[in-house]
T-cell receptor, first 114, second 117 residues
Framework: ELKVEQNPLFLSMQEGKNYTIYCNYSTTSDRLYWYRQDPGKSLESLFVLLSNGAVKQEGRLMASLDTKARLSTLHITAAVHDLSATYFCAVDITGGTSYGKLTFGQGTILTVHP | GAGVSQSPSNKVTEKGKDVELRCDPI?????LYWYRQSLGQGLEFLIYFQGNSAPDKSGLPSDRFSAERTGGSVSTLTIQRTQQEDSAVYLC???????????????FGAGTRLSVL
């Protein structure tokens, strides 16, 4: 059974600081997604990582994938309050051949303080 | 509409009643997914539709849960004889299908919050 584990589950940061969220998974996969969820809102797609060594960046967020270590990271640079949300990683083990059955991590609740 | 639409946004029901939750996917998306988000279990896959058929129902927790999709578009998730443990947010997502980077990105609706009293 595929297990996806995120840590930390709760992250309280000061504005301007850097931090990393980790996502470990237990089964071979080369397709990993990061989503953001604001309270009471839908999940918003942030990044799709499709191969070993993939790195994607958008603004203050950068995601990477190491398929050999079965690890993805979401790095936050110089955090701002607007980044406060819950972040999920999700792994697809169907190989992306026809559909994406996602297994989600527990989510990391990020709070950025002034 | 531009995104995945779900209704109702909130549903309060009594234990033992049946409920229907609706999902209207992004136009042109042939793949549709239902997930459940609860405090104890996190986000769990329930069922996947390709067109009107459901090749993967492996996440449905019991035979009280069923889903259908008509016209390759709107989907309904039905929970019969609701129990308190069914209380959760039910999320629907849709995607283009097939191989390729963009085709498996799932776009989520805002969800239906179900409360069973």
């Amino acid at each position: 059974e595929l297990k996806v584990e995120q840590n930390p589950l709760f992250l309280s940061m000061q504005e301007g600081k850097n931090y990393t969220i980790y996502c470990n998974y237990s089964t071979t996969s080369d397709r990993l997604y990061w989503y953001r969820q604001d309270p009471g809102k839908s999940l918003e797609s942030l990044f799709v990582l499709l191969s070993n060594g993939a790195v994607k960046q958008e603004g203050r967020l950068m995601a990477s994938l190491d398929t050999k270590a079965r690890l993805s990271t979401l790095h936050i640079t110089a955090a701002v309050h607007d980044l406060s949300a819950t972040y999920f990683c999700a792994v697809d083990i169907t190989g992306g051949t026809s559909y994406g059955k996602l297994t989600f991590g527990q989510g990391t609740i990020l709070t950025v303080h002034p | 509409g531009a995104g995945v639409s779900q209704s109702p946004s909130n549903k309060v029901t009594e234990k033992g009643k049946d409920v229907e939750l609706r999902c209207d996917p992004i136009s042109g998306h042939t793949a549709l997914y239902w997930y459940r988000q609860s405090l104890g279990q996190g986000l769990e896959f329930l069922i996947y539709f390709q067109g009107n058929s459901a090749p993967d129902k492996s996440g449905l927790p019991s035979d009280r849960f069923s889903a259908e999709r008509t016209g390759g578009s709107v989907s309904t998730l039905t929970i019969q004889r609701t129990q308190q443990e069914d209380s959760a947010v039910y999320l629907c997502a849709s995607s283009l299908s097939g191989t390729g980077i963009a085709k498996n990105i799932q776009y989520f609706g805002a969800g239906t919050r179900l409360s069973v009293l």
